[in-house]
Structure formats: structure tokens, C-alpha cells
């Protein structure tokens, strides 16, 4: 067993691979709710899309629907609010809390303040939220209004994320970010007036042209708004987005995207700033200035609690079923229209894989309880995957302690390549031809024409919402559901 280290690995949002899942297949809603060891009915998570954005970025490959079609907006929203009612009225989900809600995109502020606020009071009133819910909203900077931030914050909202992915004015204009310095500055400065609990920032690294010199200014900015929680992305670059075409037809274009080895020193510059200043992580991408700031969003989704998807595109876990909602808007809105609940495919995980997808998910959040695993599956993660561990302890990437499988510096900057040893074969070959590398590691080379190479880049696009058969869902501070990159 050996595993090829890489920051270029495709992101892991989810176990199995969405390529396990198959049509036809749904989880059943008709179960009565699941009640944990006291008896009690356990919690959910919601996730909702919202798939509009001013333009699409040249590196976006998720369900998103660019402003040219903004008259869909309007019919959009009204198949959330049937959605919604669909989903209230399941025995699967009578009399439970809702723990977490997250407003994903696309660009959840694209909506104007009376429909965000129609559809937040819409779920109020057929959901049941815990007192303390947590309430994530994506946020763009062009279509930020102090009021709108004021607004969402009566409204319940106590976690706001801006995807800025680059505060350097040229390497954003390069990487096809629209807001002006300013704009960006101004959202953040009203965010932080406005007082969510938690602001959290991305940004996003391996960008085009990036440099240190470029990186270390967007960092600098990045700390001086002091958010409660960040969030670093690697650049991933796939079939149905601007730069896999321009790929295609300027090969030297890939000379400009940073390698594994600049990238990973810019990550290393990161990390001892963020430690500098009293941040700590909380995923193997992600940092905290205090433990209470951790995302429990992405915690509760990542340990396998129930997510529940709302809009198209969307991935939820529900009785035991990874599921994603259709994509893209016609069809989801013709299945709506039916009358049913829109889910396009899924697939049920065994006891064996469940234990597999703790142990995954449990490397991307760093540490993995030896007794919280006991205690859900009723056996020690030693005994069912002694050798896995193993080599992850050779590997230098975990140290195994009495209590729990903890992370190391080495497994937390290839955390998505470690966490690959736990797949089995059929897995690992699935993943292994995902488009998930970035495109100068798979070009082409058999299109010798035009013609040739926009037939293979139609023929493998995943992102677009007129085309897609598969819209990711949102890795963005979040790896929670379908969207856009903020979180």
C-alpha cells in the first residue's frame, strides 16, 4: 500500500465518491425519525441552494445559474417553498430540530431582502430550528447592502462567508473575481458592523499567476479583518469551467498556475502567520481564533449526521443514503412540478462503509475518537482497519494515542491523499478517473483540432447548469451540500 502525496488531489467532500451513486435510488422518507441512544429524536442539518451568481468565475464548476438567466430566479424560489413543504410533511423528519442551516450558492445574497426573508420564515414555520442553530450564509461582495447584512442577522444568521479567494487586485481580475478592492473591503467592513458571531474568509490557493509576493499581501489583508474562522482552498481546475477550455487551446497557459512545491510553501507562510497571531485549525484547511468558533455545519455533516438537501443540485445523507437533488433548474423544477421529491440518485452506505467514511471525514477534521467510534459502531477503529492506520502511523501522518487517532502537521497538509488509503479498489479506480486533477494533468492528447477539442470539453462538462449531469456540491468553507466557493 503506498499513497502518492499531492496538494493537487480532488477535494473530499464525501464517502464514497459521488460516482457510487447510481439513478433510480433514494432514501426512504417514509421511515419514522431516527431516536438516539436516550430515546430522543435526533437532530438534522439543512442545507440550501441558492444557485444564482452575477457571472460564473473561471474556475467554478458547481450548480449555478449566471445572471442572464436571473427570470428563472423568480420560479426558483417557488419550487424551494413546494420543496420545502414536501420535505416538512415526511415522517423521516416529524418532531426533530434542525441543528444547523446553510445558505449555499451560487450566491445566497443575490436574493433581494423580501425573498431571503420569505423563505427564512417559510422554514421557521415548517421546521423546528434548536435554540441555539446555527445559521451559515454565503456571501458575495457585489451584492452586499448594509441593510441585507442587518437583515439577515434579525433573521437568525449567525455565521457569515465571503468567498474572496483573492484580496490582490490583479490576481483577482486574473482569476475572473469581479468585486473591486473596494467593494470587497466595504462588505467585510459592514459584515464586521453588523456583528455575526462568526465572519469567516476564504481564499483560495495555486491560483493563476499567484506569487509570495501576491499571497503574502492577501494574507495580510485576511488577518487584519481578525475573522473568528478561515478557510484555504486549492485551486482545482475541471471540465466545464473557462480555464479548462483555455487550457485546451494555450497548453503554456499551465506554466503560469503554481506547482505542489511553491503552493506548499505559500500554505506553510499561512500557517505560521495564523499560529503568530493564536489560530488553530479546525480542519486540515481551515483555522479558528477560538474553539467556539469551530463550524458545526461541516462538523455534524462530516461525523455522519443527517443533511438534509433543499434546491437542485444539492447533496444531502439521509437514512443511510448519500443522495444528490436533480440538476439542472428544467428538470428539478418538472420534478416539483410532479409533485415529488427531487432527488435524481443515491447510494446506501453499508455498516463497512459508514466506519470507512468516519474514518475519512475524521482525517479531514484532524482527530478520530477511539471511543465515540466504539460507541456508534460497537467496535475499536483498531480492530477494523489495523493495517489502514498502520501505514498512516508509518506514514508519519497520525499518531494513535489510548483515546483517539490524531492528525499530525505532515497528515494534515495531505490530509486528501492520506485519507484515500481507507478506499477500497473499486473506489480508488473511480476516484483515480474522476476529473478531480487539475487539467494540465490530463491533457488531451489525442484532439489535434478545434473542433475535436471543443467536442471533448462539452462531452466532460460537469458544471454547467444547462449541460450537467453531475454539479459538484460546495466545498467552499463548507463541503456541505451543492454551491458556489465561499467555504
Known amino acids: 500500500m503506498k499513497i502518492p502525496l499531492t496538494r493537487r488531489d480532488r477535494f473530499l467532500f464525501q464517502y464514497p465518491p459521488f460516482e457510487a451513486m447510481r439513478a ?8 419514522p425519525a431516527p431516536t438516539g441512544k436516550d430515546g430522543k429524536k435526533e437532530g438534522f442539518q439543512v442545507y440550501l441552494h ?32 413546494r420543496e420545502i413543504d414536501m420535505l416538512a410533511d415526511v415522517p423521516y423528519l416529524q418532531d426533530r430540530e434542525v441543528e444547523t442551516l446553510y445558505f449555499g450558492g451560487g450566491t445566497p445574497t443575490y436574493l433581494k431582502e423580501p425573498k431571503f426573508e420569505a423563505l427564512v420564515e417559510h422554514l421557521r414555520s415548517r421546521f423546528r430550528f434548536a435554540e441555539d442553530m446555527e445559521f451559515t450564509c454565503e456571501g458575495e461582495p457585489t451584492t452586499i447592502q448594509e441593510s441585507k447584512l442587518q437583515l439577515l442577522k434579525d433573521l437568525g444568521v449567525n455565521r457569515m462567508s465571503f468567498g474572496v479567494q483573492s484580496f490582490h487586485p490583479e490576481i483577482a481580475r486574473i482569476n475572473g473575481r469581479i468585486a473591486k478592492p473596494q467593494i470587497v473591503d466595504r462588505a467585510l467592513e459592514w459584515a464586521k458592523k453588523t456583528g455575526f458571531r462568526v465572519m469567516n474568509i476564504d481564499l483560495m490557493s495555486g491560483m493563476l499567476s499567484e506569487t509570495m509576493e501576491t499571497w503574502k499581501y492577501s494574507i495580510d489583508r485576511l488577518l487584519g479583518y481578525e475573522p473568528e474562522h478561515m478557510t484555504i482552498y486549492r485551486m482545482e481546475i475541471k471540465p466545464g469551467t473557462q480555464f479548462f477550455t483555455q487550457l485546451q487551446f494555450n497548453p503554456e497557459l499551465r506554466k503560469q498556475f503554481v506547482g505542489d512545491e511553491p503552493e506548499l510553501e505559500m500554505i506553510d507562510y ?15 484547511f481551515s483555522w479558528i481564533s477560538k474553539r467556539e468558533y469551530e463550524h458545526t455545519h461541516r462538523t455534524n455533516c ?104 490524531k492528525v499530525t502537521r505532515h497528515g494534515c497538509t495531505y490530509a486528501d491523499s492520506f485519507a484515500r488509503v481507507f478506499y477500497p479498489p ?44 453531475q454539479s459538484y456540491g460546495n466545498p467552499g468553507d463548507e463541503g456541505n451540500g451543492a454551491g458556489g466557493h465561499s467555504e
Not at 60 to 77: D, V
Not at 441 to 463: C, F, H, I, Y
Request: proline fraction near 5%; glycine fraction near 8%.
Open 24 to 31: 433510480g435510488e433514494a432514501p426512504d422518507f417514509s421511515q
Open 50 to 81: 441558492i444557485p444564482f451568481c452575477a457571472v460564473r468565475c473561471t474556475f467554478c464548476y458547481y450548480g449555478m445559474m449566471p445572471n442572464t438567466y436571473r427570470r428563472f430566479a423568480e420560479p426558483y424560489l417557488e419550487d424551494l417553498h
Open 270 to 284: 499561512a500557517e505560521e502567520r495564523f499560529g503568530e497571531l493564536g489560530y488553530t485549525h479546525h480542519t486540515h
Open 302 to 405: 462530516w461525523r455522519g449526521k443527517d443533511l438534509i438537501a433543499i434546491g437542485e443540485s444539492s447533496f444531502g445523507l439521509a437514512n443511510g443514503h448519500l443522495y444528490q437533488n436533480v440538476n439542472p433548474y428544467r428538470p428539478y423544477a418538472q420534478v416539483i412540478a410532479d409533485g415529488r421529491l427531487p432527488v435524481a440518485c443515491a447510494h446506501k452506505l453499508s455498516r463497512h462503509e459508514q466506519m470507512t467514511a468516519y474514518m475519512v471525514m475524521g482525517l479531514k477534521l484532524l482527530s478520530i475518537g477511539r471511543a465515540a467510534f466504539q460507541d456508534r459502531f460497537g467496535v475499536d477503529p483498531l480492530e477494523v482497519f489495523p493495517r489502514e492506520v498502520g501505514y498512516l502511523e508509518e506514514q508519519g501522518a497520525v499518531e494513535v494515542g489510548d483515546d483517539d487517532i
Open 426 to 469: 473499486e473506489y480508488r479506480q473511480m476516484d483515480e478517473v474522476a476529473v478531480g486533477t487539475p487539467a494540465f494533468d490530463k491533457m488531451p492528447a489525442e484532439a489535434t483540432n478545434v473542433s475535436e477539442l471543443v467536442a471533448l470539453e462539452v462531452s466532460a462538462k460537469q458544471g454547467s447548469w444547462e449541460t450537467s449531469a
